[in-house]
């Protein structure tokens, strides 16, 4: 834990160092197995949770920030962000703002002014990667989204519009390349629809319209060794997953 | 045109009223009878052409700024603008830092720091706006896509990921309910879609596509006057459409 001395002398440096008015949240969520789970930390001095977020250098850009603030505040490295919303309300931050008005004189405080932050999201299998808390957190690991803390400042808003954004991304892009093993069942694709869904879908309808986005190629080879008859094995067509992730999955016009 | 002493009294206070490092561009496509058009401001200064583009107030939410920046700098109100894009590049504006770094003291410099600009979009009939320029503009007026000037800064860079988003949305996304007649013809309709992708399609793929999606209700009467047979009339089947904008064109899971 940081003393305040530490604290004070942080924020006086980092009016040095990042572009003021101007934050980054990452929104890291986490699949495996049917289970769902969000990247949070929670803070040392207030013991409260937050997504990982942090600030723009002078001479950054904003996409290699996203990845030095995500790999700083959780050890995490190399996947793939992508900025999904800007979240520019003014009161936002009035938490700090409020909570850190009078521990530095005005032109220094970096931490207390008003912050337009650039969401990022990503979505992994949670069993890659192990998070580790930087030197402003308690914790930093993955919560199950059925049980998640209360958040800080507006970091629930946040959360919630990378969910729907990735929800709706279903209806129009493939998904579950970098989720699934090389070789799946319909069924374990499906459970990965599903937990993003958080709901049930019909079995004939998901293998269905699946099918004819042609995103699959349906293997010679069944799932060896369970009681019932074998499943089929399918592998991504990996030209037509890349092209529908261009195009959409119906594919352009 | 203002004078020198003018524009330093600008930029001299637009760091008191602004916030530092952040900037919002506005791409307008405009649409009628098979005419595609973008919004642009001819600059009094420079003679270049520019997006409409300006700053967040200090205590100001990022979407009524981008409403109140169209407003100011082109006559415009009242279009729904759509976030689509940050851009984060720390040589974005270069130009600017370079041109007007010795016209003013470093500390009230506001106009040549590094800006991350967020991108707004929108696309209206261009029959029903008129656009004006302000005082730091030549011209303010629609451009033809087939006719475009050469762009200052990133612009062409934003104006292009802005087109690219918006021939995306193409695929997943209903358009052109405030652009279509109440009711039109399916070859209107068609024209719509071959203006934004700039490309031909093929009648009875498009028809047949675009009435999958059952956003369109098949009116009883057919329109009059031409000298082929009289074509059908359709108008937007609202409900579906507002769906449709919501799950994408094919619905949701």
Not at 38 to 65: C, H, Q, T
Not at 125 to 144: G, K, L, Q, Y
Not at 242 to 252: K, P, S, V, Y
Request: glycine share 6%.
């Amino acid at each position: 834990m940081l003393t305040k001395e530490e604290l004070e002398k942080h924020w006086t440096q980092a009016s040095e160092i990042y572009l003021n008015h101007v934050s980054i949240d990452c929104v890291v969520f986490g699949f495996h197995e049917g289970q769902m789970k969000v990247l949070m930390l929670k803070s040392n001095n207030e013991k409260a949770w937050y997504l990982p977020g942090g600030f723009v250098r002078n001479e950054e850009p904003i996409d290699d920030a996203a990845n030095r603030i995500l790999k700083e505040r959780t050890g995490i490295d190399k996947i793939f962000l992508r900025q999904f919303h800007v979240f520019g309300d003014p009161d936002r931050t009035k938490f700090h703002k409020e909570t850190y008005k009078d521990m530095l004189p005005k032109e220094h405080n970096f931490f207390a002014q008003r912050f337009i932050s650039i969401g990022y999201y990503a979505l992994v299998d949670f069993m890659n990667v192990t998070p580790t808390p930087d030197a402003f957190s308690e914790i930093c690991t993955w919560r199950d989204l059925n049980d998640l803390p209360e958040f800080q400042l507006d970091h629930e808003h946040i959360f919630r519009t990378a969910l729907d954004t990735l929800r709706l991304q279903l209806n129009y892009q493939p998904i579950g390349y970098n989720l699934m093993p090389r070789e799946f069942t319909m069924p374990e694709l499906q459970k990965l629809y599903e937990t993003i869904l958080d709901k049930k879908l019909d079995r004939r309808n998901f293998q269905r319209r699946i099918l004819g986005f042609g995103i699959l190629n349906k293997l010679e080879q069944t799932r060896k060794g369970g009681a019932h008859k074998a499943p089929y094995l399918y592998s991504f067509n990996l030209q037509n997953y890349q092209a529908a992730l261009r195009e959409g999955l119906q594919g352009g016009w």
